[in-house]
């Protein structure tokens, strides 16, 4: 079974999307940085007030706490866009968001395309995760294949991914 889609830069950041929301408490490097500023630019309020008595500077700092931990989610995809905008900016880069083939064999699980072709044993693929517009097939704890749902040019998706989903199913049997 196959399937054929091209890829394009809002894949790669919806799996960087999804790759956070499977980032939980302290792991988490939204949450970490966000309570970070916070805390940071609270205390820096605090202590500026008691040590210089100055209420403008105060204020500034407390406001600065709260605005970043209001805005600091929509900063981090901002973050995400930008990297991945400036990644795929370089033509070797450029060249991975090709048209690819994505095969579901006996023995495992084959993404080809003009750079190559990497094959996974059903051994080293751990699940198969499916969201509104993309699917993500995660390989050894990471999810790393990125299948743009509603463009897929060749082959039946959901097919494709129930005959993953049986052959992942079919190594813990």
């Known amino acids: 079974m196959e399937i054929a889609y091209e890829l394009r830069k809002s894949d790669i950041v919806a799996l960087m999307r999804y790759r956070l929301s499977l980032s939980r408490g302290r ?4 949450l970490v940085r966000r309570l970070g500023y916070f805390i940071g630019f609270t205390l820096m309020g605090l202590g500026s007030a008691l040590l210089l008595h100055d209420a403008v500077v105060s204020i500034t700092l407390l406001v600065l706490g709260v605005f970043s931990f209001a805005f600091y989610p929509r900063f981090f995809n901002w973050l995400i866009q930008r990297k991945v905008s400036t990644t795929y900016r370089e033509p070797k880069n450029r060249a991975t968001l090709a048209s690819r083939v994505l095969r579901a064999t006996d023995e495992g699980i084959q993404e080809g395309s003009g ?6 044993k059903w051994d080293g693929v751990d699940n198969v995760a499916v969201t509104s517009s993309h699917a993500f097939i995660t390989i050894h704890g990471i999810p790393s294949i990125v299948i743009p749902i509603d463009r897929v040019e060749k082959g039946n998706c959901q097919e494709f991914l129930e005959t993953c989903r049986g052959y992942i199913k079919g190594k813990t049997t």
């Open 27 to 30: 792991r988490n490097p939204v």
């Open 115 to 120: 750079m190559g072709e990497i094959k996974v």
